[in-house]
Nanobody
Framework: QVQLVESGGGLVQPGGSLRLSCVVS????????MGWHRQAPGKQRELVAT???????TYVDSVKGRFTISRDNAKNTVYLQMNSLKPEDTAVYYC???????????????WGQGTQVTVSS
């Protein structure tokens, strides 16, 4: 059993910052890629940022230069630093991680429950 728990969401004014955190716990043998997705009302879930276990990152164009993904492998935690927030960043943010739960097991994706980010004046 693997659990992902996000924190750090909330209400922020345009131009403000938030830092999301996601802790992975449970039966973990190895964690591979970790990332963040978001889903705004009436829209499909979209990839925001990912980071491989080796540190390579990808971002959706709309957040490049404003958001930064990072991870602390010792703490099984991934972060998303969000700066210069805009109203269009309003969404539920979900973290995900590719996890192998045993040496003989297969890696598979796990998801958190989501944390609400609202950007409004």
């Amino acid at each position: 059993q693997v659990q992902l728990v996000e924190s750090g969401g909330g209400l922020v004014q345009p131009g403000g910052s938030l830092r999301l955190s996601c802790v992975v716990s449970g039966s973990i043998f190895s964690i591979y890629a970790m990332g963040w997705h978001r889903q705004a009302p009436g829209k499909q879930r979209e990839l925001v940022a990912t980071m491989t276990s080796g540190g390579s990152t990808t971002y959706v164009d709309s957040v490049k230069g404003r958001f930064t993904i990072s991870r602390d492998n010792a703490k099984n935690t991934v972060y998303l630093q969000m700066n210069s927030l805009k109203p269009e960043d309003t969404a539920v943010y979900y973290c995900n991680a590719d996890v192998r739960t045993s040496v003989s097991g297969r890696r598979r994706p796990y998801w958190g429950q989501g944390t609400q980010v609202t950007v409004s004046s």
